[in-house]
Structures are given as structure tokens and as C-alpha cells.
């Protein structure tokens, strides 16, 4: 380690020094505005320490790899974390005593989301996974009346375990095979180690990407996502719809570019196959649900499902045009994500009665601003032109037909037809006519609104400085 | 920048409509008719300094200086997206339409629309501004845009505004268009991808794409997906069923709009993108299309016949219509396809006025079912006239519009198949059929006892004046058709030169 590393450490290290600070302030003075306060101003710095690190770009022992690509979704996932933070503040305003704890797991959380961002070695990624996962548990469970949130975490922890132990099992194979831990050690002895002996390779493979599936939620993986998202608190569930399942993600394609894994035909097809099954799960499922949570649940399966086929695209394709479209299409989907559960948050607040598409009635009339934001999240979501989730498609569908995916492309176009109509529904409900449910959403979620609906245009009507801004990550 | 200002004074004029509400309730109305006559008083102005359209030369379909305008600028460079706009006969033609039925439209909503106005006219100038968009984009991605787009006022027009079932036509219009429009935006993708790897360059312009070389079956499947978009616009069988559900639900402008120009803009795709950029495809698909065209000149007179719904056995009549724009532009004679222009364009009129006549029998009966009316005639004379004029231009009466548009295309078929043609022209005895007992239902026979003393009000100033420029339109393309067919005639010619069609099909006579 030089002094360089540490530069390039900086946004892990200032995550942490926030979470130290905040746990010599709670053993100081409880006060849940304070470490309201230090949170904010944590993961401001680390915002500002990624943009530092950007001058100091190498691989940080063999574990971590900072580079641009890895840096810039530290940032993203960051400002997803402040936009959870925003939303926190009145959601746990209102439950008993002890709230200083959630600020914590909050950050712990980012952590282990920016350590498997950056990670480039199967320690790190598992290392990372779980500090993640373990703090999302508790955050999950932090609501103290109700069952539900209690029943999602429970679930989630569960589940969550036995896909680390297929994960572990799987680099324990893949070691076996090929005697490397690094995704770069793994991706230089592959194909030597699949001529040897395929079936190891395959099999350890296979149970990486069934443990990774679980935490992307990729059908047949998806059974946990409506219930943890529907009881996880909801700015729980916005962080865990974006952070979480966008840093798994990241390492997901890092682990498939790093590791060559992209070279076997037989993951390639049970790639395909996931992303088939999730498309058309996800959306079919959504169809029925009355729970707007759940609804965005398996709405997000389905994005996942898109998603894969891009990365069963590297096989033919350089992976610049590859990394662009995850790229654009991983900041959308959070974007966009974001945006939804944002607007459910301020709407809903922890009323479970109030998630219901019918109450969301007469939102137009009477909440202008969170109708216009929450329209323009679901057409994003639904792939209409001029929002950032257009251009998201566009990006998958040229990947997709630049490759010859036309079986894959052809599942997609049928899922986003089923797609129109959930994210219609709600728009629908919102144009009824009904009573004035009250306002209470405070001015910091409606600036937050604001700026997320902005972004999903922006992204989608003049798109080009981020498209030139993601070929160069 | 003349094109940019056309669909910014429209966006803008939406956002106004709305702010105006604020000022009185009786605003956003009068702001939004103020919008349409200035934008289309711009356009005039800014077409008088042009040369006459009807003496110029044939614009060459790839180069885009020939044309009447053409505006370039970027706005994906990554890939080569840009924002082209370009205007010429059909697209100007198309344009004045969606203007002047946009004012149409605007006074049929004058007193239809009592529940937050401003966002009505909003949505409807915005909707005018997307149809404006897709008559005068030529980057294919732009185009696409618009043709997305557009949607989404239209969608919330009939899902806030429409009537009882308004929810379920919104949503099967919604996903029929925009599923059809993923086919499309594929089609696109896949064809700019050949383009980019035979020439290493990323263009989704119009003029760079028209001759991308391509084997005969990608060629097939790719003008498919454009077809199948295009055809669910139209709306052509057997892709129709969204349209009599979103046509009787809408709002009366919404109906109007809906009728009079967005269904033209599948007929122009057809005309502009589907047969030009794959001739050779196009032709080979030509019978089945003519065949799908005759199939639904036939099927949506039958089924008007059987309607009991006024709204919907217009609607239903227009898909018959339509059928005949569909044979028209596969016939792909300079005949035909100068009917198939004129249908458009009369049938925009003809439609547009028999929609607004449901809309003003719905406000005073409260009721679109016609074994319910009867005798109006005696309540609403003027009402009563109207609807005889525009029952009659819609069946196809000799000296008005609609009768020039259908004889030119049975003509041009009749070059090509003669069967097809046989079957078509039964749509014009059928259409009378239907057209007439609409009349009779509605208007004439034994007045009900329960309208007599219910206190109908006849047409007033207002609607009279906007009947009577549909009216006038009609009779003056019926009597003296020829400045469209001029207008028309150098575009269809250089769309012809582009395609080696009609030598071939002509052989095809049987």
C-alpha cells in the first residue's frame, strides 16, 4: 500500500470514518437530527472523495479496483443513499425511541454497496455483499410495530443465507477448477480449467450466478421480492430496489467481463434463460397487484430481466458498447426507481392501507407535483420516448440486434407490451376524481421529487453528454 | 427553424391554455383556438415567400434541398440522431389538415368540456403538436418520438375527459398503439444497423437510409415491423378493434382529432417510410396488404351496419374508409395513390363534422343510442341538414370530396387487381347503406315523444360556422380537386421514380 492507494480509497475510507463518527456521537448524545445531520454530511464528502479518486484510478491491493467505471457508480449509489436519507427522516421520525442505530446500518450499508462496486476479487465481492446485506436485515426490521417488516426481514435474512452459501459453494468450485480467486486470475485460467474439466467450471459458475440471481431478484430467484418489498419500510425498500441491487449488478458484470466467463455458450444460455423467464414473470405477475410495492417489485424483476440481455450480448460485441449500455441503463432504472419510490413515500407514508393503486385516486388534482413525477417514472419505467427509460431500451434493443438476439428481443417487446399496462394503471388511477387526501410531504421530498423527475428527462431528451460521459468510464 | 416554431408555438400554447384557467374558466378555449389560427396564419405567411408548390418540380425523394424545407441539427451525435425535420406536398397538405381540424377540434370542445379545462386544451395542443411532429420528421428516430408521444395527450383525453367506459378504450388504445410502435421502433433499430455495418456510420436519417442494401427476406421482416405499426394506426384489419372503443369513448375533440389526423399519420407512415425504404419487399407484400385493405373496406361496413351506437358506427365506417387508403397506397399507381391522398384528407372533414354532430347529440340527449332518437329533425332542423350534407359526403356523393378520393383509387386498382377491385367497390354500396340508415334512425322517421318537449337546442352560430367550413372544404375538393392532386403529384411521382413497383405490377393485371 502507497499513499496513492489511499487516495484512491478515499470514498471507502470517508464511509467509514462516518460510520465511526456516528457511533461515537450516539455514545455521546442520542439525538436522531444529529446523525441525521452527520450522515448527510458523510455521504456528501464521499461524494466529493469520489471525484478526488478519480485522479487516482489502480487496483488497490488485489482486492479492489477503483477505476473510472467503479467510481462512477460509487457516486450514483451515493446520491441514491442521500435521496433514502431525504425520505428517512419523516418515516422514522414517528416510531419509538432508539433511531440513531438506522442512520448507521444505513451507512454500514453503503459501505459494503461500495466495496462490491469496487471489488475485483471474490473475497471482496462476498466481503462486500454481506455488509451490505446484514445491515439491509435490521434496516429492514426497523419499523418496531407492524409484522410485516419483521416477517420481510426474517424472509430476506433466510433466503439471503442460503444464497451466500450457494455463492461460496460456487467460488469454492470455481477455485478448485482453476486455483484463483481474482476475476482476472479466473478469467486467465478458464477456458484451460473448462477443457480440463467442464462440468467444475460450469457448476461453480452456475451457483455464483444463482447466488447473485437471488440478490438481482431475477426469476426463478424472485420469491422473496414482493414480500420484502412490500414490509420493508418504504425508503428500506427505494434503497434496496437501487443500491442494493445495482451494486450486485456492477459486480455482476464486472465478475462476467473480468472473469471471461462470457466465453461459455452454456452460461450464456442459462443467462438467456433468466432473462427470458424474469421478462416475462415479472411483468405477467405484476399485472394483477393491487400493492403499488408490489407492484414495483416485480416490475423490477422484469428490468433485471432486460438488463441480462445485454450482458448475454458481450459474447459478440466489445465490451465498450456493453459497459455504455449497463451504464445507461443501470443510472436509469435508479433514477427512475428512485423516483417511484420516492413519490410512494411521500404519498403513502407507512400506511399500508394507502399503498393500494386506488388510493393513489385523484393525486393529479390534488398533489400535482408528485403525479407529474410518479407519470413520468412509470412512462420512464415503461420505455416511452423522451424519458431516460427510452433510451435505456434503445440502448438493449440496439446491444440486442447488433448481436442477433432476436429470440430475446422478441420476448422483450411482448414483455414491455404486457409492461403498458400496470404502469398505465396507475397513471389511470391518478386521473380519477376524488377527495383531497391531505398533504404532508415536507419540502425536501419535493425538491427531491423535482430533481428525479428533471433527471428522467433530461436523460431522455438530450441524452447525448451522458452517452459521451459513460463511453469514456 | 419555420418547423421548430410550428410545434414550439403549439407546446407552448398548451402550457398557456393552462396558466389561463387562472384568469377565467372560459379561457384556456379561446387561448387554444387563439394558438391553432396563429400557427396556422405563421405557416401560411411563411409559405407565401416559398414558390408555388403546385409548380414545382419533383422534389427528389433522397436529396433533401429539393424539398419545400428541410431543417438539420443534432441531437444524439453517438448515434447519429438528429432532429430533421422536412416539409413537402403530402407533408404540407397533412399538416394544413391537422391545423385546421385542430381549430375543429377545438370549437367542437367549446361547451363538451366542463372539468379542468386548461389541462383539456393542453393536451390537446400537444397532441397536435406530436401529429404535427410526425407529418414533418424525416430522422427516423424523431419520427418515432413524436409517434410515441403524441399518444400520451391523446391517452389522457379520453381517460379523463371520455365517457363511461373511458378507462378500458384508453388503456387497449394505448397498449395497441405502443405495442405495435415496439415492433416499429425494432424495424428502425435493425434497419440503421445494416445501414451502420455495411457503411461504419451511425445515420437514422431518412435520405442516408432510402437505399440500404439488404437481402430480400431481412428486407421482409423488417418492412413488417413498420407495416404492422402503421396498419394498427390506420387502423387496417385486422388491427381495427382498438379503434371503436377509442372513438366512442373519447371526448368529442378527442374523437375529432382522433379520426380527422392521427389515424392519417399510419396512412402517411405507409406512404413515406413502409413502401419507400423496401420496395422491393413492399411489392411482394403488396397483394396481401390490398387483400387486408379490401377485407376492411368490407368487414367495417358490415359492422357499422349492425351498430346501434352513433359514435361507433362512424367509427366503424371509418375503418372501412381507411380500407381504402390501404388499397390505395399498395395499388401504388400515381392514380391510386393520388386518391389515397385525397381520401385522407376528405375523410379527415367528412369524419371530423359527422363526430361532431354525435358529440352534440350526446350533450343534449345524453344518450349516443340511436334506437332511442328518432325524428330529430323536427326538434334540430339546422342539426338535421348538417348531418344529411356530411352522411351523404361520407357515402361517397358524386361532386363532393369524398367521391373524387374513392373513384381515383378504384381507378388505379383497377390497373393492378381487378378483383380486389370488384370487392372494394361494394364498400361503396354498402357505405350508402349504412350512411342512410344512420339518417334514418337519428333524424328522420316519427319524432320520439320523449325529445319533443325535452327542450333540444338546435345548432348555433358557432357550430354552423365550423360546419360550414368542413363543408366548403368538402365541396370545393369534390368540384375542384386539383389543387391537391397538384400539391400531391410531384411528391407520389419522385416516390414512384424511387420504386420499380407499378412496371411490375401492371403485369400483374390479370
Known amino acids: 500500500m502507497n499513499a496513492t492507494m489511499f487516495s484512491a480509497l478515499a470514498p471507502i475510507l470517508m464511509l467509514s470514518l462516518t460510520a465511526i463518527v456516528l457511533m461515537i456521537q450516539a455514545s455521546i448524545k442520542r439525538d436522531q437530527s444529529v446523525a441525521w445531520v452527520i450522515t448527510g454530511v458523510g455521504f456528501l464528502l464521499t461524494l466529493w472523495s469520489a471525484s478526488y479518486a478519480r485522479d487516482f484510478t489502480q487496483p488497490v491491493t488485489i482486492l479492489l479496483q477503483v477505476d473510472h467505471w ?24 414517528s416510531e419509538g425511541e432508539r433511531k440513531e442505530e438506522y442512520y448507521l446500518l444505513l451507512v454500514l450499508s453503503v459501505l459494503g454497496a461500495v466495496v462490491l462496486i469496487q471489488s475485483s476479487h471474490m473475497v471482496s465481492l462476498l466481503l462486500g455483499m454481506e455488509l451490505m446485506g446484514v445491515a439491509l436485515y435490521a434496516m429492514i426490521a426497523f419499523p418496531e410495530r407492524g409484522q410485516l417488516p419483521l416477517e420481510a426481514a426474517v424472509k ?113 444460455t442459462a443467462l438467456a434463460a433468466l432473462a427470458i423467464v424474469s421478462m416475462l414473470v415479472g411483468n405477467w405477475l405484476a399485472l394483477r397487484q393491487e400493492n403499488i410495492k408490489r407492484l414495483l417489485a416485480y416490475s423490477s424483476i422484469a428490468h433485471f430481466g432486460y438488463l441480462l440481455v445485454v450482458l448475454i450480448a458481450l459474447t459478440y460485441l466489445d465490451t465498450g458498447l456493453v459497459n455504455q449500455s449497463i451504464t445507461f441503463y443501470l443510472t436509469a432504472y435508479i433514477v427512475t426507481t428512485l423516483a417511484a419510490f420516492t413519490v410512494v413515500s411521500m404519498v403513502t407514508g407507512e400506511d399500508t392501507a394507502k399503498q393500494n393503486i386506488g388510493a393513489f385516486a385523484g393525486l393529479f388534482w390534488h398533489r400535482p407535483l408528485e403525479a407529474s413525477a410518479l407519470t413520468v417514472a412509470m412512462l420512464s419505467l415503461a420505455g416511452i420516448p423522451l424519458t431516460a427509460g427510452f433510451m435505456a431500451k434503445f440502448f438493449v434493443i440496439t446491444v440486442g440486434i447488433q448481436s442477433g438476439l432476436w429470440g430475446l428481443l422478441a420476448v422483450l417487446i411482448v414483455a414491455s407490451a404486457i409492461a403498458i399496462y400496470y404502469y398505465l394503471r396507475i397513471i389511470f388511477a391518478m386521473t380519477k376524481s376524488a377527495e383531497s387526501p391531505g398533504n404532508s410531504a415536507n419540502w425536501q421530498e419535493k425538491i427531491v421529487a423535482l430533481a428525479l423527475m428533471i433527471s428522467i428527462l433530461v436523460l431522455g431528451a438530450w441524452p447525448q453528454p451522458f452517452i459521451a460521459y459513460a463511453g469514456l468510464l | 427553424m419555420v418547423m421548430i416554431n410550428l410545434i414550439l408555438i403549439l ?18 378555449r379561446k387561448v387554444a383556438m387563439a394558438i391553432v389560427l396563429i400557427d396556422l396564419l405563421y405557416l401560411l405567411i411563411c409559405l407565401s415567400g416559398m414558390p408555388d408548390i403546385t409548380q414545382l418540380q419533383a422534389p427528389v425523394a433522397n436529396d433533401p434541398s429539393t424539398w419545400l424545407m428541410h431543417f438539420k441539427a443534432d441531437w444524439i451525435p453517438a448515434f447519429g440522431i438528429s432532429i430533421e425535420l422536412a416539409l413537402d406536398g403530402i407533408s404540407l397538405l397533412m399538416v394544413l389538415l391537422t391545423l385546421i381540424l385542430g381549430a375543429i377540434a377545438i370549437s367542437a370542445s367549446w361547451t363538451d368540456i366542463v372539468v379542468r379545462k386548461g389541462f383539456f386544451e393542453a393536451n390537446l395542443l400537444w397532441s397536435l403538436a406530436g401529429v404535427l411532429g410526425v407529418f ?49 421502433l425494432m424495424s428502425i433499430l435493425a434497419l440503421v444497423a445494416i445501414n451502420y455495418s455495411a457503411t461504419e456510420v451511425w445515420t437514422f436519417s431518412y435520405f442516408d437510409l432510402l437505399h440500404t442494401e439488404m437481402t430480400e427476406q431481412v428486407a421482409h421482416w423488417i418492412m413488417l415491423g413498420f407495416f404492422i405499426a402503421f396498419v394498427v394506426k390506420l387502423p387496417g384489419f385486422p388491427f381495427h378493434t382498438w379503434l371503436p372503443d377509442a372513438h366512442t369513448q373519447a371526448p368529442t375533440a378527442g374523437s375529432v382529432i382522433l379520426a380527422g ?31 387486408l385493405g379490401a377485407a376492411g373496406v368490407v368487414y367495417g361496413a358490415v359492422l357499422a351496419f349492425g351498430q346501434t351506437d352513433f359514435k361507433r358506427l362512424i367509427a366503424y365506417s371509418s375503418v372501412s374508409h381507411m380500407g381504402f387508403v390501404l388499397l390505395g397506397i399498395y395499388a401504388w399507381n400515381e392514380l391510386a395513390l393520388q386518391g389515397a391522398v385525397m381520401q385522407m384528407v376528405a375523410h379527415g372533414f367528412s369524419t371530423a363534422a359527422l363526430f361532431m354532430i354525435a358529440g352534440s347529440l350526446q350533450e343534449r340527449l345524453h344518450t349516443r343510442d340511436m334506437r332511442e332518437m328518432s325524428g330529430l ?30 373513384f381515383l383509387i378504384l381507378l388505379g386498382l383497377f390497373q393492378v387487381n381487378i378483383w380486389i377491385t370488384v370487392i372494394a367497390a361494394t364498400g361503396l354500396i354498402t357505405g350508402a347503406a349504412y350512411s342512410l340508415l344512420l339518417m334514418q334512425r337519428s333524424f328522420q322517421g316519427e319524432a320520439n315523444k320523449k325529445w319533443v318537449d325535452y327542450g333540444l337546442v338546435d345548432f348555433g352560430p358557432r357550430e354552423m360556422l365550423t360546419m360550414a367550413v368542413m363543408m366548403v372544404a368538402l365541396i ?35
Open chain 1, 70 to 93: 467503479s467510481l462512477f457508480f460509487t457516486s450514483l449509489i451515493l446520491i441514491a443513499s442521500l435521496v433514502t436519507l431525504v425520505l428517512s427522516k419523516d418515516t422514522f421520525s
Open chain 1, 156 to 268: 430476506y435474512l433466510v433466503l439471503s443465507a442460503c444464497a451466500s452459501a450457494m455463492l461460496l459453494y460456487g467460488f469454492a468450485l470455481i477455485y478448485a477448477a482453476t486455483g484463483e480467486l481474482s476475476y482476472s486470475g479466473i478469467g486467465s485460467r478458464a477456458a484451460v480449467a473448462y477443457a480440463k474439466n467442464p462440468m467444475l467450471v460450469m457448476a461453480g459458475s452456475a451457483m455464483v450466478l444463482a447466488g447473485i440471481g437471488f440478490k438481482l431478484s431475477v426469476a426463478p430467484f424472485h420469491m422473496w421480492t414482493p414480500d420484502v418489498y412490500e414490509g420493508a419500510p418504504t425508503p428500506v425498500t427505494g434503497f434496496l430496489a437501487t443500491v442494493s441491487k445495482g451494486a450486485v449488478f456492477v459486480a455482476l458484470t464486472r465478475f462476467y467481463i473480468d472473469g471471461s466467463l462470457y466465453q461459455f455458450s452454456d452460461l450464456n
Open chain 2, 11 to 28: 407546446l407552448i400554447g398548451g402550457l398557456l391554455a393552462i396558466l389561463s384557467e387562472r384568469i377565467s374558466d372560459t379561457m384556456p
Open chain 2, 136 to 184: 414533418m420528421a424525416l430522422d427516423l428516430m424523431l419520427f418515432f418520438l413524436f409517434w410515441e408521444v403524441m399518444l400520451i395527450p391523446m391517452y389522457f383525453m379520453i381517460a379523463i375527459w371520455g365517457h363511461e367506459n373511458r378507462g378500458y378504450a384508453a388503456m387497449k388504445f394505448f397498449i395497441f398503439t405502443q405495442a405495435s410502435g415496439l415492433l416499429m
Open chain 2, 261 to 291: 389526423i392521427l389515424l392519417k399519420t399510419g396512412a402517411y407512415g405507409l406512404i413515406r417510410f413502409a413502401v419507400p425504404l423496401f420496395p422491393e419487399a413492399a411489392l411482394n407484400f403488396s397483394s396481401a396488404a390490398m387483400w
Open chain 2, 377 to 406: 329533425w323536427q326538434q334540430m332542423p339546422r342539426m338535421g341538414a348538417m348531418a344529411m350534407f356530411f352522411v351523404v359526403a361520407s357515402l361517397g356523393l358524386p361532386g363532393l370530396g369524398n367521391f373524387v378520393a374513392e
Open chain 2, 476 to 510: 370545393v375538393l369534390g368540384i375542384y380537386p386539383q389543387p391537391i392532386l397538384d400539391a400531391a403529384q410531384p411528391v407520389l411521382q419522385s416516390l414512384l421514380n424511387l420504386t420499380t413497383l407499378p412496371a411490375v405490377a401492371i403485369v400483374e393485371v390479370l
